[in-house]
């Protein structure tokens, strides 16, 4: 059984905003405007967060990458009424666009506040539409939207792995952000997997996960700064 | 149809006197019809005033679906706001009527009689409004259905697991049940109604209209006994539905992580909100109708100072539950909710929060404790304080939360947009268009409980003749009787004489208390079958949710497949749907309803207050005629 999940190391995050980039492009995440990021209504699966430690003048800057946490006892789940959200048997927390009609309980439930919404219908101004992902489904008003740890790659490197009649490779899989990230903080791979990078950093004792003590058990594992 | 006149026509056989023709007759509750009678200007105005505020609610509804829910004031944290407290507003308000109708009920408080028919069309326009705001509130109204179990080829299923569902499936549960709470005494109201209609305008819309609407109602003792067994079993099982849908509106944020929303006490606390803000309601209302319609004698000073009273012992209630949820969260000082705290007690919120204290805990505290403080006037502007300051207390829960997650990197802000503001003040348009509707076209003081309650179910009626009078229709004869006494000694002698139980029909506007039963005694299943139907509709409920999520595995948030505790809930809701449709539909077969019928003989009468009596004429085991009811009329 594979469980996907994602080592970041806050270590080696330079805060340099690859990753952000990388992911609006890679799932076509609509840009709101100046006016519309100022209310609060930017939209990035992705964000960058600076943690400060210590007292000024001894001040230390930490970056730290926020996004789904692919939780395992995701409490945005059961709350939504129509099963728009609900775990994959491969772990992931999935969003099922058409399914969603605009409640907004689960960006409500989410303690880590990485659901998106859209407000408005997306507007490009042109000629950006042309470089949309034709991979990678569009989102009308009114639907939420999230990080899907890059599903269309790991479906097109799943499908490619069958038609050689192989299994996947660990490091096949690689979403944008991990992709794009020049200090390659971002490990993705399977967790159930003993072998691959990801578990294997996910065992050091540098390991944490977001709000731990909530208990919804996230995919996503952080490294901590030495 | 002939109308009501053809009944009167002198029969003159056997030499029995015809019905003299009808003297004028008085009607003692002529203020409760007064404003059914025609188009009066106040209410004519006020209907077009009311109307135009809730036309702005619908020109902004359509304007958002038009241009998307980003013309709302929200944003990311802060994803619901105004229409979210409106709508906890609104289902806290429905609670005024029902609830509070069926506590009186079911503790036979006297005073109840003229409150309960305006505090339930309180109810169900309240929350009928109430249950539009998770609509508007949508992204995607539309698409509302994909929540309804509707079977479908698109693979959409309800998550019963989400609280949102028990909302819809609570609501849907508590609009029905009140509206049959309401319709169910409404309907001997409408009886009367269409019996003064035919005897006063044979033929008109009105008289037409309230002979469909009263369901051919006769006030037997037959109809009376299961009418009230029916509007009593309805209050016992109307309580713990108000109380589960304020519970469930509350779990909307309870089954939450968020910090001063993760809290057990919100159940109860809602409830009593919801209790407190229906008595504010109720309270207004009641003034404005009583300024507004001159029904000072019903809706009287003890029935203000009765609900003040109860208002006193909610301010106290509600004052206790805040003060204990602030202090647990104060003394427990979690970072996460102390950020929440602060802002509410002394942040940007500040001055919404003491707002708050001051008109929902001071005032009431300080007005009504004191006798002189119950009296219309200041009862009626204490409610309107504690509306504010209980539609207060809903924004700071929803948005104060909200503004300040968990994870600390976002700080929320919320202002709301004109949208956000035309559809609040509309929706109070709404509802004032839909009562000033309703007190129209029904009396929104019951008629014929304040009537049972001033008669006592006996004794003579003020506005029929002490002296019997008789008619002949249709092979039945019918006589009218002023007072229960005389209706008694006739029964008595009719029984006496051999008359067969089934040839007598005793017909009244109000229950016959102290009359001795026609042939066998009545009995309701009424109860029996609305446990029936409880137990019922809570296996049909708990097979839907557990067989369902088991054709449609989908896991959420690390739960079982069929989780017990939410779908207990979904069960309760089941049983109490189930129990309420038997209860009325025993009533409706009890009460032979749905067959309306054709004037008879001192129908005006009748609905002034009088009994009749009437028995079929038919051969009697001595092969003559039998002479009915002759002796005690005197021929």
């Given at each position: 059984m594979t469980?996907w999940?994602m080592v970041?190391d806050?270590?080696?995050?330079?805060?340099?905003?690859?990753c952000v980039?990388?992911?609006?492009?890679?799932?076509n995440?609509q840009?709101?405007?100046?006016?519309?990021?100022?209310?609060?209504?930017a939209?990035?699966?992705?964000?960058i967060e600076?943690?400060?430690?210590g007292?000024?003048?001894?001040v230390?800057v930490?970056?730290?990458?926020v996004?789904?946490?692919?939780c395992?006892?995701?409490?945005?789940?059961?709350?939504?009424?129509v099963?728009?959200?609900?775990r994959t048997?491969?772990?992931?927390?999935?969003?099922?666009?058409?399914?969603?009609?605009g409640?907004?309980?689960c960006a409500?439930?989410?303690?880590?506040?990485?659901?998106?919404?859209n407000w408005h219908e997306?507007?490009?101004p042109r000629p950006l539409?042309?470089?949309?992902n034709p991979?990678?489904?569009?989102r009308?008003a009114?639907?939420?939207?999230?990080?899907?740890?890059?599903?269309?790659?790991i479906q097109d490197?799943?499908?490619r792995?069958?038609?050689?009649?192989r299994?996947l490779?660990d490091?096949?899989?690689?979403?944008?952000c991990?992709?794009s990230?020049p200090?390659?903080?971002?490990v993705?791979?399977?967790?159930?997997d003993?072998?691959?990078?990801?578990?294997?950093l996910?065992?050091?004792?540098?390991?944490f996960?977001?709000?731990?003590?909530l208990?919804t058990?996230?995919?996503?594992?952080?490294?901590?700064?030495? | 149809m002939?109308?009501a006149g053809?009944a009167?026509?002198?029969?003159?056989?056997d030499?029995?006197p015809?019905?003299?023709a009808?003297?004028?007759?008085?009607?003692?509750?002529?203020d409760l019809?007064?404003?059914?009678a025609?188009?009066?200007?106040?209410?004519?105005?006020?209907s077009?005033v009311?109307?135009a505020?809730a036309?702005?609610l619908?020109?902004c509804w359509g304007?958002?679906?038009?241009?998307?829910?980003?013309?709302a004031g929200?944003?990311r944290?802060?994803?619901?706001?105004?229409?979210?407290?409106?709508f906890?507003f609104?289902i806290g308000?429905?609670h005024?009527?029902t609830?509070?109708?069926?506590?009186?009920?079911v503790?036979?408080a006297?005073w109840r009689r003229p409150?309960?028919?305006?505090?339930e069309?309180?109810?169900?326009?309240?929350?009928?409004?109430?249950?539009l705001?998770?609509?508007?509130h949508?992204?995607?109204p539309?698409?509302f259905?994909?929540?309804?179990p509707?079977?479908?080829?698109?693979?959409?299923?309800p998550?019963?697991?989400?609280p949102?569902?028990?909302d819809m499936?609570?609501i849907?549960?508590?609009?029905t049940g009140?509206?049959?709470?309401?319709?169910?005494p409404?309907v001997?109201?409408?009886?009367?109604?269409?019996?003064?209609?035919?005897?006063?305008?044979p033929g008109?819309?009105?008289?037409?209209?309230?002979r469909?609407l009263a369901l051919?109602?006769?006030?037997?003792?037959r109809?009376w006994?299961?009418l009230?067994?029916?509007?009593r079993?309805?209050?016992i099982?109307i309580?713990?539905?108000a109380v589960?849908?304020?519970?469930?509106v509350?779990w909307?944020?309870?089954m939450?992580?968020?910090p001063m929303?993760?809290?057990?006490?919100?159940?109860?606390?809602?409830v009593?909100?919801?209790?407190?803000?229906g008595?504010?309601?109720l309270m207004?209302?009641?003034?404005?109708?009583?300024?507004?319609?001159h029904?000072e004698?019903y809706l009287?000073?003890?029935?203000f100072n009765?609900?003040?009273?109860?208002?006193v012992?909610?301010?106290m209630?509600?004052?206790?539950?805040?003060f204990?949820?602030?202090?647990?969260?104060?003394?427990?000082s979690?970072p996460?909710?102390m950020r929440?705290?602060?802002?509410?007690?002394?942040?940007?919120?500040?001055t919404?929060f003491?707002?708050m204290?001051?008109?929902n805990?001071?005032?009431?505290?300080?007005v009504l404790?004191f006798?002189?403080?119950?009296?219309?006037?200041?009862t009626?502007?204490?409610?309107?304080g504690?509306?504010?300051?209980m539609?207060?207390?809903?924004?700071l829960i929803?948005?104060?939360?909200l503004?300040?997650p968990?994870?600390?990197f976002t700080v929320?802000?919320?202002?709301?947009?004109?949208?956000?503001a035309?559809?609040?003040l509309?929706?109070?348009?709404?509802f004032a268009?839909?009562?000033?509707?309703f007190?129209?076209?029904?009396?929104?003081?019951?008629?014929?409980?304040?009537r049972?309650?001033r008669?006592?179910?006996?004794?003579?009626?003020p506005?029929?003749?002490a002296?019997?009078?008789r008619a002949r229709?249709g092979?039945?004869?019918h006589?009218?009787f002023?007072s229960?006494?005389?209706l008694a000694?006739?029964?008595?002698?009719l029984?006496?004489?051999?008359?067969?139980?089934?040839?007598i029909?005793?017909?009244s506007?109000?229950?016959?208390?102290g009359?001795?039963?026609v042939g066998?005694?009545v009995?309701?299943?009424?109860?029996?079958?609305?446990v029936?139907g409880?137990l019922?509709?809570g296996?049909?409920?708990f097979?839907?949710s557990?067989?369902?999520?088991l054709?449609y595995?989908?896991?959420?948030g690390g739960?079982?497949?069929?989780p017990?505790?939410?779908?207990?809930?979904?069960t309760f809701e089941?049983?109490?749907i189930g129990a309420?449709?038997?209860?009325v539909?025993t009533v409706?077969?009890?009460?032979?309803l749905?067959?309306?019928?054709?004037?008879?003989?001192f129908?005006a009468?009748l609905?002034?207050?009088g009994v009749?009596?009437?028995?079929?004429e038919?051969?009697?085991p001595?092969?003559?005629r039998?002479?009915?009811?002759?002796a005690a009329?005197?021929a």
């Amino acid at each position: 059984m594979t469980r996907w999940g994602m080592v970041i190391d806050t270590d080696r995050c330079t805060g340099c905003g690859a990753c952000v980039v990388a992911c609006h492009s890679e799932n076509n995440i609509q840009t709101v405007g100046e006016e519309e990021a100022a209310r609060g209504r930017a939209m990035h699966w992705l964000h960058i967060e600076r943690v400060y430690e210590g007292t000024f003048p001894d001040v230390k800057v930490r970056f730290l990458p926020v996004l789904c946490q692919h939780c395992e006892a995701a409490p945005c789940e059961p709350v939504c009424p129509v099963y728009a959200t609900y775990r994959t048997p491969e772990g992931l927390n999935a969003m099922v666009y058409n399914r969603c009609i605009g409640t907004r309980y689960c960006a409500n439930n989410c303690p880590y506040t990485v659901r998106f919404f859209n407000w408005h219908e997306p507007e490009l101004p042109r000629p950006l539409e042309r470089q949309l992902n034709p991979d990678v489904s569009r989102r009308p008003a009114g639907v939420m939207e999230k990080c899907t740890f890059c599903v269309q790659r790991i479906q097109d490197a799943q499908i490619r792995a069958k038609a050689e009649e192989r299994d996947l490779r660990d490091g096949e899989v690689r979403p944008a952000c991990a992709q794009s990230c020049p200090a390659r903080a971002i490990v993705f791979g399977d967790l159930e997997d003993p072998e691959a990078r990801v578990a294997e950093l996910a065992r050091s004792g540098r390991a944490f996960h977001l709000l731990e003590d909530l208990g919804t058990h996230p995919s996503v594992i952080y490294l901590r700064g030495e | 149809m002939s109308g009501a006149g053809s009944a009167y026509e002198p029969e003159g056989r056997d030499g029995t006197p015809a019905a003299a023709a009808p003297p004028p007759t008085r009607f003692a509750e002529e203020d409760l019809v007064r404003p059914l009678a025609g188009f009066r200007p106040g209410l004519l105005v006020g209907s077009l005033v009311t109307g135009a505020l809730a036309g702005l609610l619908f020109y902004c509804w359509g304007y958002q679906i038009r241009n998307d829910i980003g013309v709302a004031g929200l944003s990311r944290p802060v994803f619901w706001g105004f229409y979210i407290a409106n709508f906890v507003f609104w289902i806290g308000i429905s609670h005024a009527g029902t609830l509070i109708s069926a506590i009186l009920r079911v503790t036979s408080a006297e005073w109840r009689r003229p409150v309960t028919r305006c505090a339930e069309a309180i109810t169900v326009f309240a929350l009928s409004i109430g249950g539009l705001f998770p609509l508007i509130h949508l992204g995607r109204p539309a698409l509302f259905w994909y929540m309804v179990p509707i079977p479908n080829s698109r693979g959409l299923w309800p998550n019963f697991r989400s609280p949102l569902v028990w909302d819809m499936m609570a609501i849907t549960t508590y609009l029905t049940g009140s509206i049959l709470y309401l319709l169910l005494p409404l309907v001997p109201d409408l009886a009367i109604l269409r019996d003064r209609a035919a005897a006063e305008s044979p033929g008109s819309f009105r008289a037409r209209a309230y002979r469909v609407l009263a369901l051919g109602w006769r006030g037997t003792p037959r109809q009376w006994h299961s009418l009230e067994a029916g509007i009593r079993t309805m209050a016992i099982i109307i309580i713990p539905v108000a109380v589960s849908v304020h519970t469930i509106v509350s779990w909307d944020f309870s089954m939450t992580l968020q910090p001063m929303w993760h809290s057990t006490i919100f159940g109860p606390y809602f409830v009593v909100g919801a209790i407190y803000s229906g008595i504010a309601v109720l309270m207004v209302a009641m003034y404005l109708l009583r300024r507004g319609l001159h029904l000072e004698e019903y809706l009287s000073d003890k029935v203000f100072n009765n609900l003040g009273l109860l208002f006193v012992a909610f301010a106290m209630i509600w004052g206790y539950f805040t003060f204990a949820e602030h202090l647990t969260v104060w003394y427990g000082s979690e970072p996460s909710e102390m950020r929440v705290f602060w802002q509410r007690v002394r942040g940007d919120y500040g001055t919404v929060f003491w707002t708050m204290i001051v008109v929902n805990v001071v005032v009431p505290l300080g007005v009504l404790s004191f006798p002189r403080g119950r009296r219309p006037l200041p009862t009626a502007l204490v409610g309107l304080g504690v509306l504010l300051g209980m539609w207060m207390e809903r924004f700071l829960i929803v948005v104060g939360t909200l503004r300040f997650p968990r994870l600390d990197f976002t700080v929320g802000s919320y202002t709301p947009s004109w949208v956000e503001a035309g559809i609040l003040l509309g929706s109070f348009g709404l509802f004032a268009l839909l009562y000033f509707l309703f007190v129209q076209a029904a009396p929104i003081v019951s008629i014929w409980e304040v009537r049972e309650g001033r008669q006592g179910g006996g004794g003579s009626t003020p506005g029929v003749a002490a002296e019997p009078r008789r008619a002949r229709t249709g092979g039945r004869v019918h006589t009218l009787f002023a007072s229960t006494e005389d209706l008694a000694g006739e029964l008595e002698r009719l029984g006496r004489r051999g008359v067969a139980p089934g040839d007598i029909e005793v017909r009244s506007s109000v229950p016959l208390h102290g009359v001795p039963p026609v042939g066998r005694r009545v009995r309701s299943w009424v109860p029996w079958m609305a446990v029936a139907g409880g137990l019922a509709g809570g296996a049909a409920a708990f097979l839907l949710s557990s067989l369902s999520s088991l054709a449609y595995p989908l896991p959420t948030g690390g739960m079982p497949l069929v989780p017990l505790p939410p779908y207990g809930v979904i069960t309760f809701e089941g049983v109490a749907i189930g129990a309420i449709l038997c209860t009325v539909a025993t009533v409706l077969v009890e009460c032979g309803l749905l067959r309306p019928g054709a004037p008879e003989p001192f129908d005006a009468e009748l609905a002034a207050g009088g009994v009749v009596l009437s028995v079929r004429e038919g051969p009697d085991p001595s092969g003559e005629r039998a002479t009915p009811v002759g002796a005690a009329v005197g021929a």
